[in-house]
Nanobody, 122 residues
Framework: QVQLVESGGGLVQAGDSLRLSCAASGRTFTSYAMGWFRQAPGKERELVARISSSGSRTGYADSVKGRFTISRDNAKNTVYLQMNSLKPEDTALYYC???????????????WGQGTQVTVSS
């Protein structure tokens, strides 16, 4: 079992930066690949970024490539999402999730946090 708690969301202006954190409980954090997803009202859940269990591999949605950076600190059982040059279209509820596979398929993520809201005003 892995429990995930996100933090760091908020209301910012376009062009600002935010760093989201996801703290994981459990001794097996290093066994899991991690992903950051987002969902805006009326839209499907989107995988924004993912990172392998060791942190050696990362992947990004085209919409955030070059602006967002995912990282993890396995000593702290925490994964981060650094978001720069934020745009109004980045407004969404952001979730972190854990998977035993380094995958883009949201159905393969077994554990989910409760989400943290990011709102970007124009």
């Amino acid at each position: 079992q892995v429990q995930l708690v996100e933090s760091g969301g908020g209301l910012v202006q376009a062009g600002d930066s935010l760093r989201l954190s996801c703290a994981a409980s459990g001794r097996t954090f290093t066994s899991y690949a991690m992903g950051w997803f987002r969902q805006a009202p009326g839209k499907e859940r989107e995988l924004v970024a993912r990172i392998s269990s060791s942190g050696s591999r990362t992947g990004y949605a085209d919409s955030v490539k070059g602006r967002f950076t995912i990282s993890r600190d396995n000593a702290k059982n925490t994964v981060y999402l650094q978001m720069n040059s934020l745009k109004p279209e980045d407004t969404a509820l952001y979730y972190c999730a854990a998977s035993s596979l380094y995958t883009t398929q949201h159905t393969r993520y077994a554990y989910w946090g409760q989400g943290t809201q990011v709102t970007v005003s124009s």
